[in-house]
């Protein structure tokens, strides 16, 4: 998994509240277990006038142009603005692997549903929960500036406009020490390579009938 340190990236903003996992990726993506090439299907419903199915040429598809992510001011956003309760339904993983493979590293919103927030930290992006006001407020900024990019940094907890207006978020210190290491739940347990060596080790010695 990549580090999270700081981000300056050009903000998205979807405009809807309770964003469930399904909208993010349709249940007919999920026959795979690989973590890259669900970023064309991400919002896909949204996204595309036809129903997609894995397998499609998404190139030759019809795009949605009232969609959001289909609008050219926003094509390379890395930073999603969203609203209360995003990612609630069900716990696919998928969803934030569609999410980051499509460029978001960082989702912004009022409130996130529980398991689709932990398992944005276990897969690379950084979920960031601000009071509602100032979201709105992010989100007339927005709509008022083309090119309106936000600076993330993880370090300090802060994210700041483009006026030089910061905003402090909160976040777990275990989380943000997994986040700044690039640690997901094996690249934390790789960590105790060594004691786990040696326990193997130990184990073998004491009860080597396990292991012929």
């Known amino acids: 998994m990549d580090s999270f340190t700081t981000l300056d990236g050009l903000v998205a903003p979807l405009d809807r509240a309770n964003v469930d996992t399904d909208a993010i990726i349709p249940k007919q993506f ?14 896909d419903e949204w996204r595309y006038l036809d129903h997609g199915e894995p397998g499609m040429d998404n190139s030759k598809r019809p795009l949605n142009p009232d969609f959001v992510l289909n609008q050219p001011r926003y094509q390379g956003a890395s930073v999603l603005l969203a609203r209360e309760n ?15 493979d499509y460029g978001f590293h960082a989702i912004i919103a009022p409130s996130f549903a529980d398991i689709f927030f932990n398992n944005c930290f276990k897969n690379g992006i950084l979920p960031i929960r601000l009071e509602a006001s100032i979201v709105d407020k992010l989100f007339d900024e927005v709509a008022a500036n083309e090119g309106y990019r936000l600076a993330v940094d993880l370090e300090k907890q802060t994210v700041t ?25 094996i690249g934390l347990t790789l960590q105790q390579v060594d ?6 080790g130990r184990h073998r010695i004491k009860q080597p009938w396990l292991f012929n």
Not at 161 to 170: H, I, K, L, N
Request: hydrophobic share 35%; glycine share 10%.
């Open 161 to 185: 406009t483009p006026s030089g207006e910061s905003f402090a978020f909160d976040v777990d210190a275990h989380r943000k020490y997994c986040l700044l290491n690039g640690f997901d739940d």
């Open 30 to 43: 999920l026959k795979s277990i690989k973590r890259s090439g669900f970023g064309p299907n991400a919002f």
């Open 195 to 200: 004691k786990i060596k040696a326990f193997e």
């Open 86 to 100: 995003f990612g609630c339904g069900s716990s696919r993983e998928h969803a934030p692997w569609a999410l980051l």
